[in-house]
């Protein structure tokens, strides 16, 4: 009963009873730069749509940034955008439509309140209940395959596959541990368990949810020794 009792603590933050369903997210509207010396648009040197305050934050060594963009503050949808730094250059990889916390965004996060946590956090590990898709030794973030990630039946079913990939989002929690260990360093009352993970079609609870391509993308993408973070928020907040 303990052990199960850890289990939904940690799935709570990502997890919950349908709330009804958020719209889709629309297209990034950040401008990637000015125009080069040969009129094509130059890549930018720092991340689109991000201000002074959390451009800081980015460690100089990350070389990968999933960038999410909070339609609003109190909206549940969001786009996601991978950068990959060539040079000095910030690279727009991929983008996806993605839900966050159902009431929107905070930058006061604590347990239960339903908004995602805005700020900059490190990508250290995976998990899930499917295999890795990058399963090759030595790539891609630590992996941890369990049935323990599996969501509750007692979940619609449109939630039991949340949590067949998911990576951990370095808030309130120990890095190098699974996405799933409950230990919360800053206490319980400040939430834990935000992870991206696959989407359901509306907000979630704490976490940043995205399609199943998406998923496995940044699964086979994402390198420790690229140093990935996430850099999330709603506009405002991110641009301030």
Not at 10 to 34: E, I, M, N, T
Not at 37 to 56: C, H, K, W
Not at 61 to 70: E, F, I
Not at 167 to 177: C, P
């Amino acid at each position: 009963m303990v052990a199960l009792g850890s289990l939904l603590a940690a799935l709570s933050a990502c997890g919950g009873v349908p709330s009804g369903h958020g719209a889709k997210a629309g297209a990034g509207r950040s401008a990637d730069g000015a125009a080069g010396t040969s009129g094509a648009p130059a890549e930018p040197t720092r991340i689109p749509g991000v201000g002074d305050r959390l451009q800081q934050r980015i460690p100089a060594r990350s070389r990968q940034v999933v960038a999410v963009y909070g339609e609003g503050k109190d909206s549940a949808t969001s786009t996601v955008v991978l950068y990959t730094k060539q040079g000095s250059a910030w690279h727009r990889a991929r983008s996806w439509a993605a839900h966050n916390g159902r009431k929107g965004w905070t930058t006061d996060h604590h347990e239960d309140d339903r908004r995602s946590p805005v700020g900059v956090f490190t990508l250290s590990d995976a998990g899930g209940v499917l295999p890795d898709p990058d399963p090759a030794p030595g790539a891609g973030l630590p992996y941890t395959r369990s049935p323990a990630f599996a969501a509750p039946r007692s979940w619609a079913p449109s939630y039991w596959h949340d949590f067949d990939y998911v990576i951990a989002i370095d808030y309130n929690r120990v890095k190098g541990t699974p996405p799933n260990d409950p230990t919360r360093p800053e206490g319980t009352s400040k939430g834990g368990s935000i992870w991206l993970h696959m989407d359901h079609g509306s907000g979630t609870s704490a976490c940043v949810s995205l399609p199943r391509a998406a998923m496995e993308y940044l699964l086979r993408t994402l390198d420790p020794d690229r140093h990935p973070v996430v850099v999330m928020g709603d506009r405002a907040d991110l641009e301030a």
